[in-house]
């Protein structure tokens, strides 16, 4: 049986529609309109034990929608969706202990007091013995330097910090999955690499399963061989980061840095995408010219300092998809 | 035992010890207070001196009530868990529900602690302060002391989960100020912090008398100052346990209804 089974979940939201202006506010006092979004429409996966994965999609596309139904905070219209067995709205309070979640624009700290008794109160929430607490804590706090923190109240926090904090306060209880709903949204360089790196380690080192939507294409790209892409409340693409790439394109980028800056580059088989001083982008398909064909021919015809092959950024990647399915 | 308990306790003491920090609001509660107890009972003195029929109760008792209502303002349910207002609003409510807690009997702790810390903060000097100088008179009888401590256990009870009530409703409403305009004079005046519900006319203490609210200040008043005798004081403490009853049942059905259809604000 999979860790986690998701089969068909639909769910939809009612809205209130409000016109604008202040017209629009006293109509809507009168009568109100509400819009049904399909928030998901009948999305299905499965996640083995110790899988991490990312999910992508952009705003709204209900990525946030499904982590909270597997979380059992949303009811789902319909379909089935199980974790370790259990059904996550029906056994919400036994679901709770088993998961950890973090929502990146939340904290789930509390605002007023000091990190450590944010951790404290978090323990006699979950029931933790005060062993296997301070095992899990001082570990945590180890893993991502948290002790000079314990006794600085959360609102004094920057945002790396508190993702840090938040990341430690969503594991003490040492769950067996984890879903991350943005978990380096704000983030600056650094944080983002100290986060990234600690979910590999929970996922490689502890076996933890993760389930991680993200805007960052690095993100996927650092942590996780599987993408989910969702967009319109539907599953779009579901496999390793490789196969996505070559069914939406088989495309290769040709980067050159020129000796002589007049000179252009003209060849059958490669399109020209930019240019800025002596480097110019170049794109092929390898299945037309094989790569070392292509390099010989350059390099035999024009000056050369320097040359890469790259595959096409992530984001274009996506993009490419969510123009196939029409999402923009 | 210990551990069950354990969640709910955890976070009404920390809420409690969060809530004690606020001096500065404190202090200004407490002086506001003072004022206003002092007006009421001008006004109470003004009317007792311009009449001369007989009133259901003597002015020093009137005198006492008020002080002990000014002491006793923050466990009036008037409005919902700022906290929880708070949460809903940013919908960092969602990670309410991913605790594994019985959600009602959590937010039950959390509201308790609301209405009980700044009471707890502002009552005893106010207290001490009205004994001495303003008029309020002591406990009419030991036993007087005695069920007047039971019958407030009773209102701390009942006024959370009437706070509850009032927060659960945030789930549809979001803001929660329409409530707290709707309930607030509604609950001053039939808790009888207005005028106090002796003297009003006869048909209304039937109707007075079956709400829940008398049990919040006025029956523990009256208890105190003997004007309820001791031997009827099973009456009071039933009347609250009837309705403490009934609101955390329809407090833990109404939310029950609510999370099941939660939108969480945001993303």
Redesign the interface.
């Known amino acids: 049986m999979p860790h986690i089974l998701v089969d068909n979940i639909v769910k939809t ?1 009612r ?1 209130a529609q409000r016109r604008p202006g202040l017209w629009g506010a006293l109509h809507g006092v009168l009568r109100r309109e509400y819009r049904t979004i399909k928030a998901l429409d009948r999305v299905s996966f499965e996640l083995e034990p110790g899988e991490l994965v990312g999910y992508i999609g952009p ?2 596309a209900g990525k ?1 929608t499904t982590v ?1 139904v597997l ?5 789902p219209d319909s379909g089935r969706c199980e974790i370790d067995g259990r059904i996550p709205w029906r056994n ?3 679901n ?2 088993n ?1 950890g ?1 973090v ?1 990146g ?4 700290l ?1 605002w ?2 000091p990190v450590i ?1 944010s951790f404290d ?1 978090l323990r ?4 933790i013995g005060s062993g296997e607490y301070l095992r899990a804590r001082d570990e945590l706090a180890a893993l991502m330097d948290l002790e000079p923190l314990y006794d600085v109240p959360v609102r004094q926090l920057s945002l790396g910090q508190r993702m840090r904090c938040d990341l430690a306060a969503a594991l003490l209880h040492a769950p067996s999955v984890l879903f991350l ?2 978990p380096t949204i704000g983030l600056d360089a650094v944080s983002k690499l100290a986060v990234r790196d600690f979910i590999k380690r929970l996922n490689r080192e502890r076996g933890v399963t993760v389930v991680l939507t993200t805007h960052d294409m690095d993100d996927i790209e650092a942590l996780s061989d599987r993408v989910m892409v969702i967009g319109h409340g539907r599953i779009l693409s579901d496999s390793t980061l490789d196969d996505l790439r070559a069914r939406v394109t088989r495309e290769r980028r040709l980067i050159i840095d020129l000796l002589d800056e007049g000179q252009a580059i003209e060849d059958p088989d490669v399109t020209f995408i930019s240019r800025s001083g002596n480097r110019v982008h170049l794109q092929f398909d390898p299945d037309r010219v094989p790569t070392a064909a292509l390099i010989s021919r350059i390099t035999a015809k024009y000056a050369i300092k320097d040359l890469f092959v790259e595959n096409p950024p992530i984001e274009e990647i996506i993009s490419r998809l969510y123009d196939e399915h029409e999402l923009r | 035992m210990q ?1 069950f308990v ?2 709910y ?3 009404l003491s ?1 809420r409690f010890r ?1 809530i004690l ?1 606020y001096r500065a609001a404190a202090i200004a509660g407490f002086v506001t207070q003072i004022g206003w107890g002092a007006i009421r009972v001008m006004a109470m003195e003004a009317f007792y001196r311009s009449t001369s029929a007989p009133q259901p109760m003597h002015l020093e008792d009137v005198v006492t009530y008020i002080w002990l209502g000014q002491a006793l303002l923050g466990l009036l349910p008037w409005n919902p868990d700022t906290e929880i207002r708070a949460m809903v609003r ?3 409510v ?2 309410e ?6 959600l009602y009997t959590y937010w039950f702790s959390r509201s308790m602690a609301f209405r009980l810390a700044p009471t707890f903060m502002r009552s005893i000097p106010l207290a001490v302060l009205a004994l001495l100088f303003f008029g309020m008179q002591a406990p009419a009888s030991p036993e007087a002391l005695v069920y007047w401590l039971a019958a407030t256990l009773g209102a701390v009870l009942l006024s959370t989960a009437l706070t509850v009530i009032l927060s659960i409703t945030l789930m549809w409403t979001i803001s929660g100020e329409g409530v707290s305009f709707l309930v607030s004079p509604v609950i001053y005046f039939l808790a009888g912090m207005v005028i106090p519900l002796p003297l009003f006319p006869d048909w209304a203490q039937r109707v007075l008398d079956i709400l829940p609210f008398r049990g919040i200040c006025d029956a523990p008043f009256r208890l105190y100052m003997g004007h309820i005798p001791a031997t009827e004081a099973w009456a009071v403490l039933l009347h609250q346990l009837i309705w403490i009853v009934i609101l955390v049942a329809f407090g833990a059905w109404l939310l029950s209804r609510a ?2 259809r ?3 604000q ?2």
């Open positions: 939201f809205i705003n709204g946030s909270k979380s059992g905070i949303l009811v919400r309070i036994s709770a202990a998961i979640v929502f624009q939340r904290t789930q509390w007023d007091l008794e109160l006699d929430i979950y029931r709903d943005e | 551990s354990l969640p306790t955890a976070v920390a969060m920090q940013s919908g960092t969602a990670y529900l991913v605790r594994p807690v019985n999370t099941r939660l939108v969480v945001g993303g």
